[in-house]
């Protein structure tokens, strides 16, 4: 991890809610108040950040999926982008009530919305009758804003990165009841209890979170590239022969010499 104290300081990280707006439970991660705002420990931070770091890693190396969200203004375009580069899902317009507890019907969902999707690259929407393929559209239209990143979704993840935990309760909340993980950006108006791995920050600064987001997305890259060394480990280890293999060969080999001298 490159980022050091200054660039959070540059990128706004440490400037929190106004006091009368804060969490109580925030306190451990703020270092004092200034005209009123709350100002965040820049330290505790970067540890944090780390700690985070340190798990996303892990948990790419192992190959599991993260899902990533965020559906405020400030950070959907970064949510989007830092998810597409490491080819995970994401939700960046709206969360979709039951999306983890009741991740069969959502599924249902989700195959409907491939299916139209499929209609739409065959040409077979455009051959329908002009009503019948109006309503379709509007259906994917509606379909696009709760699935716009989770298409290619067949599981559950093993692991949500999300951004403002205050805005998104409802999915925080859902991987709570099912013991999924949670990274996440927390501000000074948050519980930072209800997550597993809390980075105190600015939520509400793009460029705050874009910082956050780079450096979260590194630790997953450096986990997909270990996954991506121990697969081609692995298949190297089944060209290899065992060492059996080699002495049952030797073996055959010395046989027929003893044939052909006889």
């Known amino acids: 991890m490159n980022v050091t104290i200054q660039d959070l300081f540059e990128a706004g990280v440490h400037l929190g809610h106004q006091r009368r707006r804060w969490n109580p ?21 970067l540890g944090q950040l780390q700690k985070a770091c340190d798990f996303l890693e892990k948990t790419a190396s192992s190959g599991q999926s993260i899902w990533f969200v965020g559906t405020k203004a400030q950070a959907q375009e970064a949510v989007r982008e830092s998810a597409r580069s490491v080819h995970m899902p994401f939700v960046p317009n709206r969360w979709l009530g039951g999306c983890l507890t009741n991740f069969e019907t959502v599924h249902r969902s989700l195959n409907k919305y491939r ?52 805005k998104e ?44 987001l780079s450096c979260l997305v590194e630790a997953i890259e450096r986990g997909q590239a270990l996954f991506e060394a121990k697969k081609r480990e692995s298949r190297q280890l089944k060209t290899i022969p065992s060492r059996e293999a080699i002495v049952s060969d030797a073996a055959d080999a010395v046989k027929i010499e003893g044939e052909a001298d006889i």
């Open 25 to 45: 439970k925030s306190q451990k991660f703020v270092y004092g108040c200034l005209g009123g705002l709350s100002i965040i420990d820049l330290e505790k931070t």
């Open 115 to 166: 299916h139209y999707l499929r209609m739409q690259e065959d040409g077979s929407l455009d051959a329908m009758l002009k009503k019948e393929a109006s309503v379709i559209r509007r259906q994917m239209a509606r379909l696009f804003r709760s699935f716009e990143g989770l298409v290619e979704v067949t599981q559950l993840p093993s692991t949500l990165l999300v951004v403002d935990i205050y």
């Open 169 to 212: 309760s409802i999915a925080v909340a859902e991987a709570r009841r099912l013991g999924i993980p949670v990274v996440a950006l927390v501000d000074t108006n948050s519980n930072p209890e209800l997550v597993t791995y809390p980075i105190p920050a600015n939520d509400d600064l793009a460029r705050s979170i874009q910082l956050l």
